[in-house]
């Protein structure tokens, strides 16, 4: 079945660093979601991404759709404590409800 | 605003009972969907519908059933319930499938 592997799994970091963080799969996908998940809670809708190469902002938050369409990367840039969490993308093929998840990337963010 | 509701948020059944999850999606949200999350694991697909009917279904054991109702909530039932099957379970909803899931806030079922 289809897979999405995100990497990396988890990342340790300084306040004010910036971050980078993809996701591949073996298929191609038509969408490409990032979400943010704190423990207990449902995943946060950080970006949206329709079309190869699309390059989408929202605030520190940069997420690009991979010209391939088989992948996509989420920087975050000058990191600040609230960014700890644990960031999982996900994908949807043509023809298809269903999103894929990703594996995750766990980071935290060190003062 | 309003988003997708999910009730009840925590639930503990013993072994072999039955348990119903409901999820009532964010007002015009027609497309529902269903995920298992063990812990320390991603979201795994089980099962979703577009206008009450299912619309793809993943890996949803055969024991489990859901549907989605003429005012768009939806209901995982679950039945004869083993160890393996406590997780968080996210409802998440779309308008039409083909924009950005928004999920709940989760049931999180112990079956002991």
């Known amino acids: 079945g289809q897979q999405l592997n995100q990497s990396p799994q988890s990342m340790f970091i300084q306040e004010g660093e910036d971050v980078s963080m993809n996701c591949t799969s073996s298929?191609?996908?038509?969408?490409w979601l990032w979400y943010k998940q704190d423990p207990g809670e449902g995943p946060v809708l950080l970006i949206a991404l329709y079309k190869a190469g699309e390059l989408t902002s929202n605030g520190r938050l940069t997420a690009q759709f991979g010209i391939t369409r088989k992948d996509s990367f989420l920087n975050i840039s000058a990191s600040i404590p609230s960014d700890v969490g644990i960031y999982f993308c996900a994908g949807q093929a043509s023809g298809t409800y269903k999103y894929i998840f990703g594996t995750g990337t766990r980071l935290k963010v060190l003062a | 605003a309003a988003g997708v509701i999910q009730s009840p948020r925590h639930l503990i059944k013993e072994k072999r009972e039955t348990a119903t999850l409901k999820c009532y999606p964010i007002?015009?949200?027609?497309?529902v969907y269903w995920y298992q999350q063990g812990p320390g694991q991603d979201p795994q697909f089980l099962i979703s519908?577009?206008?009450?009917?299912?619309?793809d279904k993943g890996s949803i054991p055969d024991r489990f059933s859901a549907q989605q109702f003429s005012d768009y909530h939806s209901e995982l039932n679950m039945s004869s319930l083993e160890l393996g099957d406590s997780a968080l379970y996210f409802c998440?909803?779309?308008?039409?499938?083909?924009?950005?899931?928004?999920f709940g806030n989760g049931t999180r079922l112990t079956v002991t």
């Open positions: 998440a909803s779309s308008l039409r499938g083909d924009s950005p899931l928004h």
């Open positions: 519908f577009y206008e009450k009917m299912q619309s």
């Open positions: 007002p015009r949200h027609d497309t």
């Open positions: 298929s191609i996908f038509n969408t």
